[in-house]
């Protein structure tokens, strides 16, 4: 029965033995796949893409937003004369001349925009049409 006993004990010392070198086994795996998930993470990391930008311009939009802009400038060319005329001038005389400066600025707007290509305002100056140009000014 001591003998039995001892050769049973022997097994099982066997058998843990056995697992225990599984377990070790499969320890060492798992940290070796891990030191290669961290290499590849690192290389990843340090692998930076091109980014290359580029510019896109929509030459009808500048087109259209540079009329604004100078609308805007007429306008506050013409709010400045204004309040700067008001501090000197006999106000019979005002007027007359806000006529001028304004007749001035929208003459320099006028021909600013004759002057661009793709405005589209030379062809309805040409063809006379009022409202066209009221709705483009508006934009």
Request: hydrophobic letters at 35%.
């Amino acid at each position: 029965m001591r003998v039995d006993l001892e050769e049973a004990k022997t097994q099982e010392n066997a058998k843990l033995q056995s697992a225990l070198q599984d377990i070790q086994l499969q320890f060492k795996e798992t940290k070796e796949l891990l030191a290669k998930e961290r290499e590849a993470a690192k290389k990843a990391v340090e692998v930076v893409p091109i980014i290359q930008e580029v510019l896109v311009v929509d030459p009808v939009m500048l087109e259209k937003l540079t009329n604004e802009n100078e609308k805007l400038k007429s306008e506050e060319c013409l709010r400045k004369e204004r309040q700067r005329v008001s501090h000197y001038l006999h106000s019979s005389s005002e007027t007359k001349l806000l006529e001028k400066v304004q007749h001035e600025l929208l003459v320099t707007y006028a021909n600013r925009l004759l002057e661009k290509e793709h405005s589209g305002c030379r062809a309805l100056f040409r063809d006379d049409k009022v409202e066209d140009l009221d709705v483009q000014a508006l934009l």
